[in-house]
């Protein structure tokens, strides 16, 4: 069975600081993972995928995510935080590519000034 | 590309009346499409999953005959919430998954449901 733990249900920066969300999982086999943002009342964007290419993977507006077999882990990152990055992000994990999507609980990002 | 829209955003309803949400892929053919909701503060639950031409597959406690979904065409799913009660107001959001899309899933905006 397919599971994602995202560790935090919250995580507050400030502005032009680094960002950090953190993501494990649980899979039987060797999963797509997905990180996707749901601003307000939103639906969600994809921001980057893993489908076993590089572990080091680069998505829309500056984040990346390095998937790491051996921790199970595919941590969200961006250098530099900006407010518009103020939003839910979800991390999900797949059996394969177009199957079931296991969403992970989300976890709010709030962006200070 | 790869664009997912639903129709309405937002909708009202009594209680006891159906609603009915579209969700269609604009640029690009779904074979597959999928059905979830969202509550206040919550993850994204999959309701059921649906494939052109054929029944959905409903996941485990969702009640097929409450929510009626129908893929008639490649670029179009139907859900519809059958003598709909305020439990059921929620956020319904579709996704489609198709060659075109590269596999991935594309997420609609979402429909708020309000039942009175």
């Known amino acids: 069975a397919q599971s994602v733990t995202q560790l935090d249900s919250h995580v507050s920066v400030s502005e032009g600081t680094p960002v950090l969300l953190r993501c494990n999982y649980s899979s039987s086999y060797s999963p797509s993972l997905f990180w996707y943002v749901q601003h307000p009342n939103k639906g969600l964007q994809l921001l980057l995928k893993?489908?076993?290419?590089?572990?080091l993977v680069k998505g829309i507006n500056g984040f990346e995510a390095e998937f790491k077999k051996s921790e199970t882990s595919f941590h969200l990152t961006k250098p530099s935080a900006h407010m518009s990055d103020a939003a839910e992000y979800f991390c999900?994990?797949?059996?394969?590519?177009?199957?079931?999507?296991?969403f992970g609980q989300g976890t709010e990002l709030s962006v200070k000034p | 590309g790869a664009v997912v829209s639903q129709h309405p955003s937002r909708v009202i309803c009594k209680s006891g009346t159906s609603v009915k949400i579209e969700c269609r892929s604009l640029?690009?053919?779904?074979?597959?499409m999928f059905w979830y909701r969202q509550f206040p503060k919550k993850s994204l639950m999959l309701m059921a999953t649906?494939?052109?031409?054929?029944?959905?597959?409903?996941e485990q406690g969702v009640e097929k005959d409450k929510f009626l979904i129908n893929h008639a065409s490649l670029t179009l799913s139907t859900l519809t919430v059958t003598s709909a009660h305020p439990e059921d107001s929620s956020f319904y959001i579709c996704?489609?998954?198709?060659?075109?899309?590269?596999?991935?899933?594309?997420f609609g905006p979402g429909t708020r449901l309000l039942v009175l």
């Open positions: 893993y489908t076993s290419a590089a572990t």
């Open positions: 649906s494939n052109e031409g054929s029944k959905a597959t409903y």
């Open positions: 640029d690009f053919q779904a074979t597959t």
């Open positions: 996704s489609a998954l198709g060659q075109g899309a590269g596999e991935t899933q594309y």
């Open positions: 999900v994990v797949s059996e394969f590519q177009g199957g079931k999507l296991i």
